[in-house]
């Protein structure tokens, strides 16, 4: 069995590689080449445990997950995992990957998907609400897909924000990495908003004219008390484009404005749509959600296994 850590799946994957995996995955799901029972949620104190099995042609996999965002305020990161992939045929388990790691490359590259299917293609300035693993790695996929200028990021601890902004500098030193003191500011500024916040109420001010003509990919909400968009997004926009039909009823995001007659379930669409007949939205204002599957981790694992076997990667281990 092979072991890839955290730092050996920062340095194997090639974020082009990763957007192709991901594409693949929404084609399989287009086409219902897969068996994935639902995630099991279990609740502990502050923690979710998520448990996320999948099966497809050539591999099946488990990724378990544990959230606590209270982690945060203990300088420690709100998710650890681990993913084991098997074959599909003998059920031979031939890797376990660092599912935290995983997680935050495969989210980066849904978060992309989601950009390059349902943005003006000329977007060039970017915001980054929430300065966590995932907003980070939010904004290197981004730049996979659009000429990105500006990254204009917001959180409300001020002191993540700086190291984020740094750290994000020194990984992107071609963009300009830009501060801001307000959501407010950062919408002004930004042609795409990407918010990857841990939030419960939204995150943005409730104005559609601060909103209008922008493209918006909500990463945060999975829980139905959870909130990063506002309601007046909803009378802005044609669809909702989701990553998994779940995400209608698990994310606060969609199930709130549901309930409240803001949005109809007609206008809740799978974005595989989109990637699977390479059609674009081309809409003023756009919002595609996210709450992942377990289809894109097998895809992402299965990338990174194949590449490390080809690199030499990683360790080797008998169980
Ligand atoms: N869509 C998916 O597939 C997917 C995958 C992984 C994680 N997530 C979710 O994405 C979110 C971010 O994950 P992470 O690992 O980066 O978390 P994190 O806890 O490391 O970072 C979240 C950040 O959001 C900030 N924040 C909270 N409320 C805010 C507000 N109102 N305005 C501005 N900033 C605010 C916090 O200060 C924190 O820095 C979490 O909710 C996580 O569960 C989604």
């Known amino acids: ?8 799946i920062k340095n194997l994957f090639s974020s082009h590689e990763v957007l192709e995996a991901i594409e693949r995955a929404f084609k399989i799901f287009h086409e219902n080449k897969f068996e994935m029972p639902d995630r099991m949620h279990a609740h502990h104190e502050d923690i979710t445990l998520l448990l996320m099995p999948c099966f497809t042609e050539g591999f099946f996999g488990t990724k378990l997950v544990s959230v606590n965002p209270k982690n945060t305020a203990i300088g420690k990161p709100s998710i650890y995992g681990s993913m084991i992939l098997n074959d599909s045929k003998t059920g031979e388990p031939i ?36 300065t966590g693993i995932q907003g980070f ?8 897909v659009r000429p990105v200028k500006k990254i204009h990021v917001f959180d409300l601890n001020e002191e993540k924000l700086a190291e984020f902004a740094a750290s994000l500098q020194e990984k992107l030193p071609e963009v300009e990495i830009c501060s801001q003191t307000s959501s407010e500011t950062l919408v002004k500024e930004s042609d795409v908003i990407i918010c990857a916040t841990s939030a419960n109420e939204p995150v943005i001010p409730d104005d559609p004219e601060l909103l209008r003509g922008k493209c918006f990919i909500g990463i945060g909400s999975y829980k139905p008390n959870m909130r990063e968009l506002p309601d007046a997004l909803f009378s802005l926009i044609e669809n909702v484009w989701v ?22 379930e007609k206008q809740v ?35 990174l296994y194949q590449k490390a076997i080809k690199e030499n990667i990683g360790t080797q281990i008998d169980l």
């Open 137 to 144: 790695t939010q904004a290197i996929f981004a730049c996979a």
């Open 95 to 130: 890797a376990l990957l660092n599912g935290a790691a995983l997680t935050a490359v495969r989210t980066g590259a849904v978060g992309a998907s989601g950009i390059k299917y349902t943005s003006k293609e000329s977007a060039q300035n970017i915001g980054i609400i929430g």
């Open 1 to 8: 069995m092979l072991i890839l850590n955290q730092n050996q």
């Open 243 to 264: 990553d998994t039909p779940f995400a209608a009823f698990e994310s606060g995001d969609i199930a709130k404005p549901l309930e409240k007659g803001l949005l109809g």
């Open 269 to 303: 669409k799978p974005i595989s749509n989109l990637v699977a007949n390479e059609t674009y939205d081309s809409s003023e204002t756009s919002f595609f959600k996210s709450v992942g599957m377990a289809l894109f981790d097998v895809l992402v694992a299965e990338y």
